[in-house]
């Protein structure tokens, strides 16, 4: 079992940055594939980034590539995603979750554990 916490969303200016957290239980953290998915009002979640259980494997929603960076702290439990040049349209709930699989995952579906969320709001 798997608890996740995220943290660092808030209110920003278009241009701005956010770094997000989370946080997650156990002592397997590494053997997980971790992701970040998000969902604006009215519209289906999505993928925005994703990273193996080693942190050497990383992908990314081409609506974030090259704005974004996933990383995660093994010894902490902890995976981040830094996203700067925000835009109105990052907006949205971002959730983390954990899958128990070796290989970048990228559908909801594949993964098992979620967290409950944190709040972006990106003002123009």
Do not use: H
Request: include cysteine.
């Amino acid at each position: 079992q798997v608890q996740l916490v995220e943290s660092g969303g808030g209110l920003v200016q278009a241009g701005g940055s956010l770094r997000l957290s989370c946080a997650a239980s156990g002592r397997t953290f590494s053997s997980y594939a971790m992701g970040w998915f998000r969902q604006a009002p009215g519209k289906e979640r999505e993928f925005v980034a994703a990273i193996t259980g080693s942190g050497s494997g990383t992908k990314y929603a081409d609506s974030v590539k090259g704005r974004s960076t996933i990383s995660r702290d093994n010894a902490k439990n902890t995976v981040f995603l830094q996203m700067n040049s925000l835009k109105p349209e990052d907006t949205a709930v971002y959730y983390c979750a954990a899958g128990a699989r070796w290989v970048v995952l990228t559908r909801p579906g594949e993964y098992g554990y979620w967290g409950q969320g944190t709040q972006v709001t990106v003002s123009s």
